[in-house]
């Protein structure tokens, strides 16, 4: 396959972007990475994603394809008979759990974490924290249900709730730097907690985790946007 055929528009930051490239790691796929400044948008990523105009896009054969999820399924839908593991479950049913808890973790977790850096003070952090706390909880029984006793959500190899639970870990790692408070402990979530460890050393993921010196770097800029933003929508 020609590196032209399939590219990416993404962010080394983007935990998003990260699932895509854990998704074609996977299925060792080539591909070209286009790497996103966001600030301005450069023109190819307002006219492949004009709708959100945000990253990761996959570009194949010239045809765009935005949100992480929907790309991750793409990608192991069109690349499904090359010798490489599947991501999504092949029982509809567990297919459809592994949907269920991706979408209660992208409703749940990476907001949650992000208005822990937006925030202030302790006192307004509490209630993201909870949430987390419960999300951790939830998942943690998930976990045990999805991997009937295998060593990933997916089984035996990295799968669909995997890439969507573990892109998070590194932003993770920096809330926990930031602010002195952990939430994946192994008094609460031993499973999960050795789960982060295997995810991280597999070699469908290992060195895609941004660094977390550069990420804790970038928080601060982040957190003053961030901060920035949520006062103007106060004023609506």
Known sequence: MGESEVKVIGKWSSPYAMRVKIALRIKSIEH??????LNPKSDLLLKSNPVYARVPVLIHHG??????????????????NNNSPSILPSD???????????????????PSMKSIITVETEEEREPYYKVMEEVVERVEEAF???????????????GFLDIAFGSFLGWLHVTESLYGRKVLVEAKAPSL????????????????IPDHDKLLEISKPLQIKWRALAAVGKKY
């Open 32 to 37: 070209e990475h286009f790497e996103e400044t």
């Open 92 to 110: 509809p049913y567990d297919r459809a759990i592994a949907r269920f808890w991706a979408t209660y973790i992208d409703e749940k977790w990476f």
């Open 144 to 158: 045990g249900k999805c991997s009937k006793g295998k060593p990933f959500f997916g089984g035996d190899s990295v």
């Open 193 to 208: 907690v050795k789960w982060a460890e295997r995810f991280a050393d597999d070699p469908a993921v290992k060195g895609l």
């Open 63 to 80: 045809k765009p394809i935005s949100e992480s999820l929907f790309i991750v399924e793409y990608i192991d839908e069109t690349w499904s």
